[in-house]
Every structure is written in C-alpha cells, then in structure tokens.
C-alpha cells in the first residue's frame, strides 16, 4: 500500500474535533461569524436562527455559505402547537380576506438595512468592521422596536445585504420585480422611498407571472400601485406569454395543461414596455436602438418575418460574477444603462433576465433563493442587467404567506401543516384536489386535507405505510408555490369594484400580454392542474417508489426549468367563496 494512503494513528482530543465537524456538516450547520456577532447582542425572546441552504465546509479557505440565508427559528414548543391546530377543523374565510393592504406589513418604523456612509479613505477591513458594526445595530433596534414574533422571517446575512447595497450603487435604474399573486406583500415601500427620494434613481416595477392571474385583479393591482407611488413605472410582465406555450392540453381526467414550447422566447411585449420606459428615463444620452432592434428582429421571428436585417446583439452575453467592492457611482458608467433587477426569492428575476435577452443565460429554479451573488449580463453592447440575490426584506407578513411566496424555502419548513391550513382556509382544496376524506367525516382540518392528497397520490411513509401526510403536505405546497395552486391576493376594495376592473379599458392590454382571451379568463371552468398524468397514473407510480418514501423525507426533486405551466388555474379564485 503507498505510505500515503496509510492511515495515520490520532489522538483522542482529534478525535473528537473529526467527530464534531462530521457532525456539523451532516447538520448542514456552520457558524457566520458576522450574524453570530449580531446574534449574540439580541436577547433571549429572539429564538436561533435557521440557517437554510446550508453546505458542509470542506476546508478552510472556501466559503460556500457567505450568502447561504438565514432566519430566526421558532422553539420546538412552537411547532408542536402549530402540528396541533393543524388538527382542528378549517374556518373558511370571506373573499374579502384575500384583500390587503401593504401598509398592515410594512410598519413606517421598520426600515431595511441600508449601507452606512463611506469614503475611499477607510481600509477595506475597516469598511467591513463599520459594516458589521451597522448590521448589529440594526439587528438590536429592530429587536427593542418590535416582538419578534410579531415580525416575519426576514434575511438576516449580511453578505446578502450586502449584495442589494452594491447593486443599488451601481445601477442606473431600478428594476423591482414582484409576484402578481402577492404584489403589495413584496412591495417594500421604505425601498421606494430610499431609491426614489436618497438615491434619487429612477424606479421601475415590473408586476411578473400575469399569466398567474385574472386579469381584473392584474388591472387592480396596477392601479393600487400607481395610486400610491406616483414616481413609479409600471410594466406587467409575464416570462411564459401565450406565444411560448403549446395550446391548451386534456389530460385524461379533464385537466388542462401547457407546456413550454422549444426554447426559451424572448417575452417581447414585456421587453417592449420595459425598453418603451428606459428610453425615457436615459433621454439622448444613452442610444438604444440595438435594443430595440433586438426586440424587432424577436417579433419577426415570431410572424415569420424575418429579414436578413439580423442583430448580433444576442451574442454579446457577458456574465460575471461581481464583488461587492466599493466603487464610486457614475451615471451610465463608460456609455452603459445599467439596470438592476431585485426582488424577493422566487419572483422571476432570473427567468426575467433570460426573458429579455430571448435565451438562457442565467439559471432558475423552482427553489427559492437560488441565486446566490448577483452577476451581471450584458443584454446589448450598452445595456447592461444586474440580476440581484432574492431578499426577504423586514416585515410583518404571515410566516405561512412567507412561504407561498417562496421567501422561505419549502424543503427546509419544519412542519407544513400551518401553510397547508392557510391555503384550505382561502381556496376549497377538497373539491380543487377532488379528495375524499381519510376518515369519511364531514369536517375537515388541514391534516385531514394532506392526507387525502396522500391517499389520492399513493403517499405512504416505507416503515409503518401510514398515509405520508408531511409529503402531501409538502406536495400541495410546491403546487402552490408553482401557481397550480393558485392563491391570488387582491387590492383592498377590489370586489366592490370587481365589474369595474372587469370592463376596464386595461383590461385589453393585460389580455394581449398574457395572449389569453377574456372567455378563457372568466369561464367557470375551475379545474386545478394537478399533472400531466390522471390520478390514477400518477397514484401507480407513486405506489411504486413506495419503498423509496420515509415519513421525513420528501420528494424534493425541484426540477430546473421544468416549464409546465397551466392555462386555467386562477380561475379557481374567479368562482365566488
Ligand atoms: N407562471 C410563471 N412562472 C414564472 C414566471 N417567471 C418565473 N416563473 C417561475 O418562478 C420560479 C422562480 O423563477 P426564478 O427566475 O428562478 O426566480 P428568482 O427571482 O430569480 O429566484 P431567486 O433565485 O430565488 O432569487 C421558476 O419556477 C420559474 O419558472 C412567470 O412569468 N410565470
């Protein structure tokens, strides 16, 4: 045997160090020393934190969980209460809960953290030291100004932070990107406020996943916005317009579904709004006429038009990854529009990128949090996007809202039933799902819902063959985040003016973008899109990985660019509650 791969003989004390780093690794568990540093100042009331996303170190000179995120955890008291009222029968809820307003959320006091001021003058380590310093107080303001359990999971890594400070400091214009279903929920207005009046940058806010929604709630939500933020520009966006689906589809039980057809298409009305705002904003100094002509050449190919007139911009993709070093700004730096894209985890900020440029180029998932360190792409030679770390910024939103809109990763939940609840509380999940009742009763809880979802779908736990009620539940809960269960809040207001917003001259345009007519829209056909498969082929299968389930484990085979998506499925919400 060569003397390298003999092993060496260790002492007890290493040993034990080998045993606990092991150890620490299977827990996926590795201290940050600037959000420990921050911890250690907040009081008892606080809980740990969880630390999600987490990756074994393997030695010391990588950090693969800089940017890993990380929320304050609940007690083990907490969740078994929370399993427990999973249990009681489910309270429907009025239509009228669906509406909200932001400013129940975003309380004026709680503000995100923002760079400290700095000068060329200071070290980098210095900055780091004032940087980390900052957090640490914000982190313990926000602790004496509100209960924490009063408030949501909210990103609490610096790095990631700092990764917003650097792609606000570089960009020339603001892109926010919010999910239609939970606009004003992921509308922070403090950032409005610091881009618009501090920064004095222009903002844009691109409503996404219109496919996802009505279109009179599309209309609504438009209005609220422009209502309350007068210095915004407003784009509706959807990066899987009507173009780029194969036509509606049965499944053998009566379900519609689409899919993404070929490969990715650029979404040009969106792109259009988008470039239609930017030109204003940069007047005669920046000339975007590749862009447009980009955009053009997308369309014909589209008709079938194509000219030999082709554009070449497409080829000049340049994606870096981008530190967060200090730079001073400098508007339409070297003759470039640079636009920053940020948003919450999961709204499309990636597939939004691949959108505009018509190919792929950044990549996405169905996991929230995805995208780690912002890069940067140039969509033409003077065009340059900078796709922003998803953030979950301070607020008092529901954590089971938190987790429909993707701000919390749904494999890393530690139990969810409470999501589950909120959803059959708001949508009819027994006649959506068309499960029967595990125990034939009349009354329903949200366990009772998963697991029928269980029994339907052949979920049972490898051991004892118990319904796998944790992996329905966790089933129901991709649905939902997928859109195929769609939970679509509205504006406040919204269904005493519902006829309004429906015959609102709007209306057309939201249509043109989702490619989708108004029949479809509004007809009763209230079918949820569960799969391509009958239930019946799909309960085969699932029988058939049996042996693979256990009660604690869940499929979380989040396929990459899984495309599918559905041509019907808000209309679930159209039908009165
Ligand atoms: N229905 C629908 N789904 C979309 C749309 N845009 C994105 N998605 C889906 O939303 C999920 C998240 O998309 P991403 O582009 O990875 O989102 P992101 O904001 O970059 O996510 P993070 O990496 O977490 O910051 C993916 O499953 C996408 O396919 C859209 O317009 N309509």
């Known amino acids: 045997m060569p003397q390298s791969h003999r092993k060496t003989p260790f002492s007890g004390k290493a040993k034990k160090e ?39 170190t393997r030695d010391g000179h990588s ?27 489910l309270e429907p809820k009025e239509e009228l809960d669906l509406e909200i307003e932001a400013n129940q959320f975003f309380e004026k006091d709680l503000d995100f953290p923002k760079r400290p001021s700095w000068d060329f003058c200071l070290s980098k380590d210095e900055l780091e030291q004032q940087e980390n310093h900052y957090f640490t107080q914000y982190v313990k303001d926000v602790e004496q100004k509100f209960n924490w359990k009063d408030l949501s999971l909210f990103e609490l890594n610096l790095e990631t932070w700092r990764q917003l400070w650097r792609v606000l ?27 618009t009046n501090t920064l004095k940058k222009d903002f844009i806010l691109v409503i996404n996943k219109i496919d996802l929604a009505p279109a009179s709630i599309v209309v609504a939500w438009k209005h609220y916005f422009e209502e309350r933020y007068p210095n915004l520009h407003i784009v509706l966006f959807t990066t899987v317009p009507g173009y780029n689906l194969i036509g509606n589809q049965t499944n053998a039980s009566g379900l519609q579904v689409r899919r993404r057809k070929g490969r990715i298409r650029m979404a040009a009305e969106g792109a259009q709004q988008i470039l239609d705002i930017c030109k ?42 981008v530190d967060t070093d200090y730079v001073q700004y400098e508007k339409f730096y070297k003759g ?17 990128m691949n959108a505009l440029m018509g190919k792929k180029v950044v990549s996405v998932s169905k996991t929230p949090g995805h995208t780690k360190h912002f890069q940067t792409i140039f969509l033409t030679p003077n065009v340059r996007l900078c796709d922003c770390p998803g953030l979950v910024f301070p607020s008092k939103v529901p954590k ?31 006649v959506l799902l068309r499960i029967d009742h595990p125990t034939n009763d009349d009354t ?37 985040l997928d859109g195929k269960i769609c939970l679509c809040l509205r504006p406040p207001g919204y269904s005493e003016k519902k006829e309004l917003w429906a015959s609102h001259p709007d209306i057309r345009v939201v249509e043109g973008i989702q490619a989708r007519n108004a029949e479809a829209a509004s007809s009763g056909d209230s079918h949820l899109v569960i799969d391509t498969d009958s239930d019946e082929e799909v309960s085969k299968k699932n029988v058939n990985k049996k042996e693979k389930s256990n009660s604690d484990s869940e499929d979380d085979s989040e396929d990459e660019d899984d495309f599918e998506v559905t041509s019907n499925k808000f209309s679930a919400l159209s039908s009165d509650m």
């Open 400 to 430: 089971p809202l938190q987790v429909l809109m993707g701000s919390f990763p749904i494999a890393q939940l530690r139990q969810p039933f409470t999501t589950v609840k909120y959803i059959a509380e708001r949508l009819d999940l027994v």
């Open 280 to 321: 204003k904003l940069v007047g005669n100094e920046i000339e975007l006429s590749s862009w447009h002509r980009k955009i053009k050449e997308e369309c014909s190919l589209e008709t079938g038009d194509s000219d030999n007139d082709s554009v070449e911009v497409g080829e000049t993709v340049h994606l870096k990854n």
């Open 18 to 56: 080998q045993l606990k780093i092991k150890k620490q690794s299977k827990q996926g568990f590795h201290k940050n020393p600037v959000l420990l540093k921050a911890h250690e100042n907040i009081g008892e009331g606080s809980g740990n934190i969880d630390k999600i996303n987490f990756q074994p």
């Open 63 to 89: 950090k693969p969980n800089r940017y890993a995120l990380q929320f304050f955890k609940e007690s083990q008291e907490e969740i078994l209460k929370q399993k427990e009222l999973a249990r009681h029968s």
């Open 336 to 352: 470039t529009l640079t636009i920053g894209c940020i948003g919450q985890p999961n709204v499309g900020k990636s597939s939004l």
């Open 169 to 195: 400091e570089i960009s020339d214009v603001i892109l926010f990107i919010v999910d239609i279903r939970f606009a004003a929920v992921m509308f922070p207005p403090s950032l409005y406020q610091y881009v």
């Open 444 to 480: 329903w809880s949200a366990m009772d819902v998963c697991d029928g979802w269980a029994k339907k779908r052949g979920y049972y736990t490898a051991k004892a063959a118990r319904l796998d009620s944790y992996r329905a539940a966790n089933s129901l809960l991709r649905m939902a």
